[in-house]
Nanobody, 121 residues
Framework: VQLQASGGGLVQAGGSLRLSCAASGRTLVGWFRQAPGKEREFVAAINWIGSRTYYADSVKGRFTISRDNAKNTVYLQMNSLKPEDTALYYC???????????????????WGQGTLVTVSS
């Protein structure tokens, strides 16, 4: 499984960004983020066929995860961005999981490099 995240950048508070993760394989794909001095935290995830999505409470209603399997790409549309969304965002994948394990970073065996999102106030 290979993963490549892109789409990060600098945006003002209230703005939007769309992250992309090129993801090969029939896997669950998740997005995590890590701000300086903080633990890596779960953001969102989507199953292989796109029928099941998962979100952290902090991003519900603002972020949307989706995938286009024809393009082997998972997207994270981020709207109404806040300065506290500033972080390095990673995409990750795994083949075996349950609803309980989706938010745990230890669930994921495959990780891409991060893409930096900076939200200015």
């Amino acid at each position: 499984v290979q993963l490549q995240a892109s789409g990060g950048g600098l945006v003002q508070a209230g703005g939007s960004l769309r992250l992309s993760c090129a993801a090969s394989g029939r896997t669950l794909v998740g997005w995590f983020r890590q701000a300086p001095g903080k633990e890596r935290e779960f953001v969102a995830a989507i199953n292989w066929i796109g029928s099941r999505t998962y979100y952290a409470d902090s991003v519900k209603g603002r972020f949307t995860i989706s995938r286009d399997n024809a393009k082997n790409t998972v997207y994270l549309q981020m709207n109404s961005l806040k300065p506290e969304d500033t972080a390095l965002y990673y995409c990750a994948a795994d083949l075996q999981y349950s609803d309980y394990t989706v938010p745990r970073y230890s669930t994921y065996d495959y990780w891409g490099q991060g893409t930096l999102v900076t939200v200015s106030s």
